[in-house]
């Protein structure tokens, strides 16, 4: 299965699951007198609008270099990452605002089976967050991440929820609120979760150097090749699910045009076979002194 495959295949599942997730904790927040499950409904509903954005992001990053773009179309991605952002910030601050709106206002208790129905969805969600963080390591996906993050924030934003529900019911009618202030503390955890998905991506836009583990491997593979002296300097920038690769590789400086460019080429081959999520690979070769 290619990385497309494997992207294509964890978003749908987040898809399937936000939608299946949105409308339990909807229905259960309105019989049950929760608004901080509404709230959790509401982010679900905004996840599931964001998943798309991250298919769709996936599949435009994965089609082939043009004319236009002959390092491929692999900067969607971090693009599709701050809309994905947008969506969690946007929802965040309308669950902000309907909290402090109902923090005033008279209500019934939360039901006490509304807690059962959280503590399935905590499990699932951070299950979820695993999953598709997992497959996101394994396809390079930045978008792919901004959504297992989704599934994590998820989790936590339940997790309040349990919590605000729990005291309220052990401290009995004059503590309804405590639903509500746990909604607004979800809506803050869902504002800090938006950061650290935003910041990578921003990384990944001004071709931040956070690549030293795949800068070593690339060196140590370098000096497997004949005629490679050793290396110099080492750029590595990240677009979509690849990365693409300068490199200055120390040769002798007695040898012919034609055998540093025969070098070039099996150390470009080398570096593609040994580390595949390798893009663009550009060899300048130097002359040892």
């Known amino acids: 299965m290619t990385n ?23 229905l259960a927040g309105y019989f049950g007198n929760s608004y901080a499950l509404v709230a959790d409904a509401i982010e679900s509903t905004a996840d599931i609008f964001s998943s798309f954005l991250v298919l ?14 002959p390092y491929g179309h692999g900067r969607i991605e971090p693009l599709v990452t701050f809309l994905v952002v947008g969506f969690l910030m946007t929802s965040a601050t309308v669950i902000a605002y309907e909290s402090i709106q ?51 924030s998820d989790a936590l934003t339940s997790v309040a929820a349990f919590l605000g529900i729990s005291f309220a019911l052990l401290m009995g009618p004059g503590y309804e609120a405590a639903d509500d202030w746990a909604a607004l503390l979800a809506a803050g955890l869902i504002f800090y979760n938006s950061y650290h998905i935003f910041r990578p991506a921003l990384g990944e836009i001004l071709d931040e150097h956070v690549h030293d583990d795949l800068v070593a491997d690339i060196r140590r593979v370098a000096l497997t090749v004949d005629g490679v002296l050793g290396t110099e300097k080492c750029f ?25 460019h025969e070098i070039a080429h099996r150390l470009q081959d080398a570096l593609r076979r040994e580390l595949p999520q390798l893009g663009h690979v550009l060899i300048h070769i130097e002359p040892q002194e």
């Not at 769709?56 to 773009?69: E, F, S, V």
């Not at 999953?131 to 930045?142: D, P, Q, R």
């Not at 920038?237 to 690849?242: I, S, Y």
């Open 4 to 26: 497309e495959e494997t992207a294509v295949k964890a978003t749908y599942f987040s898809i399937a699951g936000n939608t299946g997730l949105a409308l339990l904790k909807g």
């Open 56 to 69: 769709l992001g996936i599949k435009y990053a994965n089609r082939p270099a043009d004319d236009n773009h």
């Open 102 to 152: 109902n923090i005033g206002t008279p209500h019934a208790l939360p039901k006490a089976w509304t807690l059962l129905v959280l503590g399935g969805i905590i499990c699932w969600k951070e299950l979820s967050f695993r999953a598709v963080m997992k497959k996101a390591e394994l396809t390079n996906s930045s978008s792919l991440k901004a959504d297992a993050w989704h599934h994590r």
């Open 236 to 260: 590595v920038r990240k677009a979509g699910m690849q990365y693409h690769v300068d490199l200055h590789a120390t040769v002798s400086g007695d040898i012919t045009v034609r055998q540093g």
